[in-house]
C-alpha cells in the first residue's frame, strides 16, 4: 500500500511538474519580460529541488533501508540529498520575491540581494559546521528539524511575496486579483508546511507533502498565463477597433506597431522588408487619417484607445 502510493505520487508531481514549467516557460515567451523570467526560473528551481532532494531522499531512504542497519547512519546518508540542494531552493525564495517585486511594478535594490545571499551564506557555512560535527562524532543528523526549518522558512518567503502583491498594486495591464493570486501560493505553502511537520507521526503525510509541494507549482503560473491571455486577446481587439475607427490600412497597422514598439523608420523600414521612403509615407498617411502631428501623439492616442477599450466593452 505504501509503495503504490508514493509511486502514484511519483507520477502526479511528475505531471504536475512538467505542466508547471511548460506553463512558465509558455508565459514567459508569451509575455517577454522581467517578472515572467523571473516566474519561470523560480518555478524550475523548486522543481529540480523536489526531484532532487525530496525524492532523492525517499528513494534511496527506501532503497538503503535493508542495507544500512543503523538507522543513524541511513538518516545521515540520506539527508545529504536535501541539504545539498538547499543553495538551490535559496536562489528560487530569492527569484519569487523578485517576480512579486517585478510583478507589482517596481524593481528590487541591488543591495537587497548582496544582502540576503550575504545572510544565507553565512547560514549555509553554520549548517555545513553543524553537518561536520555529526559525522565526526557519528552522531545522528537532526534531519527533520533542518526540514521543518526549510518548510517554514519557504512559508516565509511566500508570505513575503504576498504581501507585497497586497501592499504594492500590480501592473495595471494585467488586471487580476492581487489577494487571489497571493491565495494560489498562500494555502499549497501552508499545506506543505503542516503536512511536512505531521510526517512523523504518519507515512500518508509525507504522501500529501509532496503533492502539495509540487501543486503549488502549477496553480499560480497557471493562473498568471490564463489572465494574461485573456487581456492580450482584449488589447488586441482594442487595437483592431482602433485601426478600424480611422481606416487604418493593413500594412500601416503593421507600421504603427512598430512605431509603438520605439523603432526608427530605418528600423521599420529592415523589419516590415520595405523602402525607408514607403514607411516615412505609410506614417504621413497615418498622421493624416488620426489627426496627430509625431510619434509621441500617436502612441498616447493608441495607448488611451487600448486602456478605454475593455472598460467601454463591461456589460
Given at each position: ?6 509511486f502514484i505520487c511519483f507520477i502526479l508531481s511528475a505531471g504536475l511538474a512538467v505542466f ?14 522581467s517578472y515572467t523570467s523571473s516566474l519561470f526560473y523560480y518555478t524550475l528551481l523548486v ?136 491565495v494560489f501560493w498562500i494555502i499549497p505553502a501552508t499545506f506543505v508546511t503542516i503536512s ?120
Amino acid at each position: 500500500m505504501k509503495i503504490a502510493t508514493f509511486f502514484i505520487c511519483f507520477i502526479l508531481s511528475a505531471g504536475l511538474a512538467v505542466f508547471g514549467v511548460m506553463i512558465a516557460y509558455r508565459l514567459k515567451i508569451r509575455k517577454d519580460s522581467s517578472y515572467t523570467s523571473s516566474l519561470f526560473y523560480y518555478t524550475l528551481l523548486v522543481i529540480v529541488y523536489g526531484f532532487y532532494s525530496i525524492w532523492g531522499y525517499l528513494a534511496f531512504g527506501h532503497l538503503l533501508h535493508d542495507v544500512i542497519a543503523s538507522p543513524n547512519n541511513l538518516r545521515n546518508i540520506v539527508s545529504i540529498f536535501p541539504l545539498m540542494g538547499i543553495p538551490v531552493l535559496i536562489v528560487a525564495w530569492y527569484l519569487f520575491i523578485q517576480f512579486c517585486v517585478e510583478f507589482a511594478g517596481h524593481k528590487l535594490p541591488t543591495y537587497i540581494g548582496i544582502i540576503y545571499f550575504s545572510v544565507c551564506l553565512l547560514i549555509l557555512l553554520l549548517l555545513a559546521n553543524y553537518f561536520r560535527n555529526q559525522l565526526v562524532n557519528q552522531e545522528a543528523i537532526k534531519h527533520f528539524l533542518i526540514f521543518k526549518s526549510l518548510a517554514v522558512a519557504h512559508l516565509l518567503a511566500i508570505l513575503t511575496g504576498s504581501s507585497i502583491l497586497v501592499i504594492f498594486r500590480p501592473q495595471k495591464s494585467l488586471k487580476m486579483s492581487k489577494d487571489l493570486l497571493g491565495v494560489f501560493w498562500i494555502i499549497p505553502a501552508t499545506f506543505v508546511t503542516i503536512s511536512l511537520f505531521m510526517v512523523s507521526s504518519h507515512w500518508f503525510a509525507a504522501a500529501l507533502f509532496v503533492l502539495f509541494y509540487f501543486s503549488q507549482q502549477v496553480l499560480a503560473p497557471g493562473y498568471i498565463y490564463f489572465k494574461v491571455d485573456q487581456v492580450s486577446e482584449m488589447t488586441d481587439k482594442s487595437f483592431e477597433s482602433f485601426c478600424r475607427s480611422f481606416e487604418i490600412s493593413k500594412r500601416e497597422t503593421e507600421v504603427i506597431l512598430e512605431i509603438c514598439k520605439g523603432k526608427t523608420n530605418q528600423a521599420i523600414a529592415d523589419s516590415l522588408f520595405i523602402t525607408l521612403q514607403t514607411v516615412k509615407d505609410h506614417i504621413h498617411h497615418i498622421y493624416t487619417k488620426t489627426g496627430v502631428k509625431n510619434r509621441v501623439q500617436l502612441i498616447n492616442m493608441v495607448r488611451e484607445k487600448i486602456k478605454s477599450e475593455p472598460a467601454n466593452n463591461k456589460p
